[in-house]
């Protein structure tokens, strides 16, 4: 199991990365997906200063998700039955973020894509079962 618990360290290490990522530098994301405004609009603000807070909320989401998965992973030891369903849980919502990464850099979409597929499957296999003592 020690496969598992270092996979869901990785992938909530690298949702961790991302959720910095998009905290810090909300308002040039929102900015991207946004856009700059109609400059001729005597507005006091742009919609990627408008929208930023949404991508902080995301990022923080996404910090969330990291937190769960590496909590998971940390809890391992105990062979608690129900971090089976949670590790299997977070390996669900791991395949999401591989659309999120393919469209920010394709390569980065395609290698997360591997990890995110093992974190479905590897919770599912009789060596985990047999781990978390479930049959």
Wanted: charged share 10%; proline share 7%.
């Amino acid at each position: 199991m020690r496969q598992l618990r270092v996979l869901m360290m990785v992938l909530g290490g690298l949702q961790a990365v991302l959720a910095v990522a998009l905290l810090t530098n909300s308002v040039a994301v929102a900015t991207a997906i946004w856009g700059e405004g109609d400059a001729s609009t005597p507005c006091c603000t742009t919609p990627g200063e408008a929208n930023a807070g949404i991508v902080v909320f995301g990022g923080v989401l996404v910090l969330a998700v990291a937190a769960w998965g590496v909590g998971t992973a940390l809890k391992f030891p105990t062979r608690h039955p129900g971090l089976r369903v949670s590790a299997a849980a977070y390996g669900w919502t791991a395949l999401p973020f591989t659309l999120l990464f393919f469209n920010l850099v394709p390569v980065l979409g395609v290698i997360w894509l591997v990890p995110a597929i093992l974190a479905v499957v590897r919770p599912h296999q009789p060596e985990s079962r047999a781990w978390f003592a479930y049959r």
